[in-house]
């Protein structure tokens, strides 16, 4: 059987995109003489498309782009990921379905069985699971068809009481198809990989898997579509990120046309969850990941232009930096704002910054700005000392600058801020959490050197100085980082350990960190969830970002 | 059988304070007297916990305070809702419980069959559904026993494949117990006795349903526990919104010891989910959640002082009157910021309501702070018309102090938005969009009005010109919402449709509504999505508030 493997970007709710791209690769895999061409998860709507789901015009508009999709499948079979009604009156109204389309018709429909609900998935809100399992039968083959967390029910401790592969095998299917709609973080391209590879093991049988690439919002898909033969080695291997496609011949020996790539002897793919945080960890995947992920909201959203805060520091320099290469360097205008506190190096090597990257900036101080809410609050500020109130002032007097020329340029804010700051609350509401996106939001600090280093590899886009200077926020006279928090690589591991690991401070004392700094960090980090709540979109490249994976109550109490 | 029902209000992950509570009520209940005493949801842990069930420290917790509480169960049986490990290896790892104790010990769990994931709950993110369903033999009295959504399965389409009273009508019980976790809306009080009265008539049990009050973040609980007896004649009710307490004697026969409330054969409760925005359905109602969402919010954080921006408009006037008698005058600072756009009467009007509350307030004007921004983004600024930059620099300078005064006096940043403004957009993102809490972000325009007029019932609160004048952001010479705005009395009923309804734009049409409000109103919503991702957290009084029970992409095509 002569299988196309679409891996394509979608837009959620683009139907008319979206059905357009569809029809595109249906002619192409025609072209190249396939008997079948596969596309991803949901790809009709996008995934994911949330509440959009609960609109019964957007259920409609499902449906008739399955039926003028359909209409281009004469010659050729068409697998394509679709919402579909559920006719029972029992149980949830939809499927989150795969559609086999064939002879211009819905041949049959697919329903997925094991809906995932955990971190960032919401499956279960919308869809019933399915509750009967077939193969279809096409040119005398059997297709084990699957939808995404389908063939991840593995293990001694599953997630899910049935395992649709095994009750597919009851009617000795010949090939496995899965298409998936599965997110990337710097732990899953190898742990996908296991996972498909594991299916072919345990079930013998040959596996084509077609996963969507583009990011939705914060969610960015990473493709890496597979085939391995039934031997299970790999023997095809799509693009990381980009849309791609491949056409191969699985024959009747359950061998496919293509070179191995890896053999199936090959030691198992090591498992990519690592106990400690290790901040070099396929940092170049995730530089792409971010890339992508900037590029796609505002290509999604019409959107050109980005504006940066630019404090000389090295969280708005690898932003800057990142956003240049997504948007082009034309593109992003950075905005120096020092004041009274700022050092002499923070204009100068913001300044340098942009001169290396060729971005435009301006320089605006903030200090009679400064000035006039001094004397406004006067009335209120009289007989106090200087605290955290006047610092946040001076955030906010910022955050309120960019924001006034992102609106007069027509121009989106991109937030700073790392994902230590946001772990502790170690920034200022309105002022340098303000912004639309955030390009970093799920990146350790020390994961920012790593970028800052990565970018700088071929040849010095960061000035040095900005990586070696020690932190700070420069909102009071020599202020430090160091002052308010842990060193950075004391930080980091523990946050590490709280948020991915969900271990609980007894835990992770047991580990052997410094007890005064788990105790401070937690607390810091559970009193920052009225913080985050209002924090903007992360894009997320680790297996626990903020945001709607991670859902915390902000009024409770806390391990701490 | 003598019953006592506790209806407590609990702070979700205070396993001490829970504990000490229950244990208290379960003293209560001995001194009574009763055989049983039945607390609702998850009482042990608070409800809902969301994430913090991931942590195993914190069902350790739960299961510590079980344990704890199962000490005091002698000579009395008692229910509580707790998280139960699932021992079972397939499935998710816990279960949503109630556990029935006695003679000191855990006698039996029972486990929640229908999950509900829909709107703004979760839990078959975190639950395994039960698959086994039994009687409880106390007494000599079989004792069904559900929790909460379990006998919601009700209907010619339920939600869910299989309804456990059914199931356990197999074992012929005596008497239905229900421990709950239903939160409050206007819709839900007299839906919620439909549903139970609805189970009466069908099994032809007598039912306990006790429910948990209290607001948790943006979730009002509203307890209103029933009795019926085995005729459906509703015998006992606790209070709305207040913590409770009742013991009633149910007899052999299904009576209750208690006088009829309503008789069994009264008309079915009107179902309160208007096809039509009623701006003053049960307005007393939403009125008294906000004030306890508004007190559980400050007094489960430890916190006392709000401040409140007052620009003398209806919202900060209702917002400010409904925090004055929540938290206290004393405790809510107000701050008037005029600007060359404000009129005499905005400040006149916003002193006068401080003085009707008594409530202190500041005048700071911010014309010398929007001048010093103008200067400094001068040049970027240069040779461009004015619009909504600077329109958007007053309203960030004015969150901006009051984020200053909150920060030095230590007060929470009471927002003033309305749902109307929410949901268009027609707010400024840190601006007036900034704050803690969301008093009334689910409330439209002209709800607000009917809260105005509520808390002038009795003496005039709000000065009546706040009321009566056009509604202006005073952002430009001679602005009102009329001009970006279709009239609230068309808006809010398109909003309604759209929003509460999710009807489509299409089938509002159909409604016979006006075209061009229909559309702009739509792409408005649609459009606003980003500017609501990252707002704070909203006390819900509809069935459809903003917030984690709307989960819309912000990077999508919409219908518009």
Redesign the interface.
């Known amino acids: 059987m002569k299988i196309q493997l679409a891996q394509q970007n979608y837009?959620?709710?683009?139907?008319e995109?979206n059905t357009k791209k569809i029809i595109g690769a249906i002619q192409k895999a025609k072209e190249n003489g396939a008997d079948l061409v596969v596309f991803t998860e949901l790809s009709v709507c996008?995934y994911?498309?949330?509440?959009?789901l609960?609109?019964?015009?957007?259920i409609d508009n499902s449906l008739k782009a399955v039926h003028e999709i359909a209409a281009h499948a004469d010659g050729i079979a068409v697998i394509i990921g679709a919402p579909e009604r559920n006719v029972s009156?029992?149980?949830?109204?939809l499927f989150n379905s795969a559609y086999f389309l064939y002879d211009k018709k819905i041949q049959t429909t697919i329903q997925k069985t094991c809906l995932p609900?955990?971190d960032i998935f919401?499956e279960?809100?919308y869809f019933e699971p399915a509750y009967e399992w077939k193969t279809i039968l096409f040119k005398g083959k059997k297709i084990a068809l699957t939808v995404c967390e389908d063939i991840w029910n593995l293990g001694?401790?599953?997630?899910?009481?049935i395992c649709p592969m095994d009750q597919l095998m009851k009617e000795h299917p010949d090939i496995m198809i899965n298409i998936s709609a599965s997110p990337f973080d710097y732990t899953h391209d190898e742990d996908r990989k296991a996972t498909v590879k594991q299916n072919v093991l345990k079930y013998k049988l040959p596996m084509v898997y077609v996963n969507a690439t583009g990011?939705?919002?914060q969610t960015i898909f990473d493709g890496l579509s597979l085939v391995f033969d039934k031997d299970a080695n790999l023997c095809k291997q799509l693009a990381q990120f980009d849309e791609d496609e491949a056409c191969i011949i699985v024959d009747d020996n359950g061998k496919v046309d293509s070179p191995i790539i890896e053999s199936n002897n090959e030691l198992p793919n090591q498992q990519l969850d690592p106990e400690k945080l290790d901040p070099a960890l396929n940092i170049d995947q995730v530089r792409k990941a971010i890339i992508h992920g900037i590029r796609?909201?505002f290509s999604?959203?019409g959107l050109q232009k980005a504006i940066v805060g630019n404090s000389g520091g090295i969280d708005s320099a690898v932003t800057l930096a990142l956003a240049c290469e997504a948007l082009g360097k034309e593109n992003v205008l950075s905005v120096l704002m020092p004041s009274q506190y700022s050092s002499s190096h923070s204009i100068s090597d913001g300044e340098q910054l942009c001169r290396n990257l060729g971005s435009p900036y301006?320089i605006?101080?903030?200090e009679?700005?400064y000035?006039?809410?001094l004397?406004?609050?006067q009335?209120?500020?009289k007989n106090?000392k200087p605290?955290?109130?006047?610092e946040?002032?001076q955030a906010?007097?910022r955050?309120?600058?960019l924001?006034?020329?992102a609106?007069?340029?027509g121009c989106v804010l991109l937030n700073t801020s790392n994902k230590s700051e946001l772990s502790v609350g170690y920034g200022t509401?309105?002022g340098d959490m303000?912004g639309?996106l955030s390009v970093m939001g799920d990146c350790y600090k020390l994961q920012v050197y790593e970028l800052a280093r990565h970018i700088n590899k071929e040849k010095e886009i960061i000035p040095k100085n900005i990586i070696h200077k020690q932190p700070s926020a420069e909102l009071r006279p020599g202020q430090y980082d160091s002052q308010s928090l842990p060193p950075y690589d004391q930080l980091d591991p523990v946050l590490y350990q709280y948020i991915e690991k969900?271990r609980?401070?007894?835990?992770i004392l047991k580990m052997g960190y410094n007890p005064k700094v788990v105790d401070l960090v937690i607390r810091l980090v559970n009193k920052a969830e009225?913080k985050r709540?209002?924090?903007?979109?992360i894009l997320r490249i680790s297996p626990k970002a903020f945001g709607?994976g991670?859902?915390?109550?902000?009024?409770?109490?806390?391990?701490k």
Do not use: W
Request: charged share 20%; aromatic share 16%; hydrophobic share 35%.
């Open positions: 837009t959620v709710g683009d139907f995109g996008g994911p498309s949330a509440d959009l609960n609109f019964n015009e957007f009156p029992r149980g949830k109204d609900n955990y919401d279960y809100r001694d401790n599953p997630l899910y009481r990011a939705q919002t796609d909201y999604k959203l301006y605006l101080p903030i009679n700005i000035h006039s809410f004397n406004t609050l009335p209120v500020f106090t605290d955290v109130a006047e946040n002032i906010r007097t955050g309120n600058i924001m006034a020329i609106n007069k340029l509401l309105y303000a639309g969900s609980e401070p007894d835990e009225f709540h209002q924090f903007c979109p709607p991670r859902r915390i109550p902000v009024v409770a109490r806390y391990f």
